[in-house]
């Protein structure tokens, strides 16, 4: 008679357990280790956290964006932890000194090679289910930007290049380069 492999689950515990230095994000108890990002990444990263708090700064607004690494405990559980390149918050009750916990009104990720399986699939139901509001997978590889705005069902396609519309914000659009 065959045995069915038990497969380990993890937990938060085991990610603050890591070594100083060694980053990975838990998904449904599976740990996925993390490569140190590209210098094309990081560029991506900065300008579009930088347009996007600059907008909410310049709109008074109560949403906070914050950059990786920061940790989003995405469900009630000790079996999801995420490090989103750029997470914003809008209901800031949901912030203390280790993270947010709750799902982030708009989550973007930028693909590394390592990542894309992750981000296209994984991820994109993870933040579907959790409550994320926009999700944005920018690829670099490929030069476009995909938005998934879940709260109306839609899925759209942008080149890099091209003015990216904020679901989230009436009138905010980033041209991602």
Same mark, same amino acid.
């Given at each position: 008679?065959?045995?069915?492999?038990?497969?380990?689950?993890?937990?938060?515990?085991?990610?603050? !357990?890591?070594?100083?230095? *060694?980053? !990975?994000?838990? %998904?449904?108890?599976?740990?996925?280790?993390?490569?140190?990002?590209?210098?094309?990444?990081?560029?991506?990263?900065?300008?579009?956290?930088? &347009?996007?708090?600059?907008?909410?700064?310049?709109?008074k607004?109560? +949403?906070?964006?914050? &950059? &990786?690494?920061? !940790?989003?405990?995405?469900n009630?559980?000790?079996?999801?932890?995420?490090?989103?390149?750029?997470?914003?918050? +809008?209901?800031?009750?949901?912030?203390? *000194?280790?993270? +947010?916990?709750?799902?982030?009104?708009?989550?973007?990720?930028?693909?590394?090679?390592?990542?894309k399986?992750?981000?296209?699939?994984?991820?994109?139901?993870?933040?579907?289910?959790?409550?994320?509001?926009?999700?944005?997978?920018?690829?670099?590889?490929?030069?476009?930007?995909?938005?998934?705005?879940?709260?109306?069902?839609? $899925?759209?396609?942008?080149?890099?290049? *091209?003015?990216v519309?904020a679901?989230i914000?009436?009138?905010? &659009? %980033?041209? $991602? *380069?």
């Amino acid at each position: 008679m065959d045995v069915l492999k038990k497969e380990d689950i993890y937990t938060i515990d085991d990610i603050y !357990a890591l070594p100083d230095g *060694e980053r !990975a994000e838990l %998904i449904d108890g599976k740990i996925y280790y993390m490569a140190p990002p590209s210098w094309n990444h990081q560029k991506i990263s900065r300008k579009l956290h930088q &347009a996007i708090s600059n907008y909410i700064d310049s709109k008074k607004g109560k +949403c906070e964006a914050l &950059a &990786a690494p920061f !940790a989003v405990f995405l469900n009630e559980d000790d079996i999801n932890y995420v490090e989103p390149d750029i997470s914003v918050i +809008c209901d800031l009750s949901k912030l203390d *000194e280790k993270g +947010c916990h709750g799902a982030p009104d708009w989550v973007i990720e930028i693909v590394s090679p390592s990542s894309k399986p992750r981000d296209y699939m994984t991820k994109l139901f993870k933040y579907r289910t959790a409550g994320v509001r926009e999700y944005w997978i920018v690829d670099p590889d490929k030069q476009m930007t995909m938005v998934y705005g879940f709260e109306k069902d839609t $899925v759209e396609q942008y080149d890099f290049g *091209e003015e990216v519309p904020a679901g989230i914000y009436d009138g905010f &659009a %980033i041209k $991602v *380069e």
